[in-house]
Nanobody, 119 residues
Framework: QVQLVESGGGLVQAGSSLRLSCAAS????????MGWFRQAPGKDRSFVAR????????YYADSVKGRFTISKDNAKNTAYLQMNSLKPEDTAVYYC????????????WGQGTQVTVSS
């Protein structure tokens, strides 16, 4: 099992920045990649970004390209999501997730952290 704990959410004004962290523990050696997802009120959860745990390759949703950056620190078993130029539509609960293989579903999830962007 892998346990994930997010932190770093908060209330900010549009145009501001936030950095989210996701600390992993447990069977971290099994992690293939980690991703960030978000769920806005009344909407389905959607993909934001992911990073390969070994190679560090990244992939982003079009809505956040150029504004968000995902990174990792393997020594700390932690992934980060740097969010710049935040918009009110970025308001959501942000979740980190991990999976064991490229064709696997994300089966390890954190508890979520709220990000609220005011206009």
């Amino acid at each position: 099992q892998v346990q994930l704990v997010e932190s770093g959410g908060g209330l900010v004004q549009a145009g501001s920045s936030l950095r989210l962290s996701c600390a992993a523990s447990g069977r971290t050696f099994s992690i293939f990649d980690m991703g960030w997802f978000r769920q806005a009120p009344g909407k389905d959860r959607s993909f934001v970004a992911r990073i390969s745990w070994s190679r560090g390759s990244t992939y982003y949703a079009d809505s956040v390209k150029g504004r968000f950056t995902i990174s990792k620190d393997n020594a700390k078993n932690t992934a980060y999501l740097q969010m710049n130029s935040l918009k009110p539509e970025d308001t959501a609960v942000y979740y980190c997730a991990a999976r064991d293989g490229a064709n696997d579903e994300y089966k390890y999830w954190g508890q979520g952290t709220q990000v609220t962007v005011s206009s």
